[in-house]
């Protein structure tokens, strides 16, 4: 069982930066793949960024490649979302989720445990 915190939402202006974490409970953490999700009102969650065991591999929706970075930290079992040149349409509820295994993967059928999210709100 993996439970999942994320933190580090808030109101942020156009162009700004954010920087969210998500910390892991367990001792297993290394043995998951991490994602980042998003949900803005009124659509389907999408899927944001990814990153495999190692953290040497990650991946990135198209329309936040260049802008933010996954990472994570195996020791301190967190994984991150740095965010940058924000935009009004990165306003969403922000989830972080765990697969067990070592592949990252956009398909968020595949993640085994979810947090309860995080709001980011981006003003014009």
């Known amino acids: 069982q993996v439970q999942l915190g994320e933190s580090g939402g808030g109101l942020v202006q156009a162009g700004g930066s954010l920087r969210l974490s998500c910390a892991a409970s367990?001792?297993?953490?290394?043995?998951?793949?991490m994602g980042w999700f998003r949900q803005a009102p009124g659509k389907e969650r999408e899927f944001v960024a990814a990153?495999?065991?190692?953290?040497?591999?990650?991946d990135y929706a198209t329309s936040v490649e260049g802008r933010f970075t996954i990472s994570r930290d195996n020791a301190k079992n967190t994984v991150y979302l740095q965010m940058n040149s924000l935009k009004p349409e990165d306003t969403a509820v922000y989830y972080c989720?765990?697969?067990?295994?070592?592949?990252?993967?956009?398909?968020?059928?595949?993640?085994?445990?979810w947090g309860q999210g995080t709001q980011v709100t981006v003003s014009s």
């Open positions: 989720a765990a697969k067990f295994g070592s592949s990252r993967t956009r398909d968020e059928d595949t993640y085994n445990y």
């Open positions: 367990g001792r297993t953490f290394s043995s998951y793949s």
């Open positions: 990153i495999d065991w190692s953290g040497l591999n990650t």
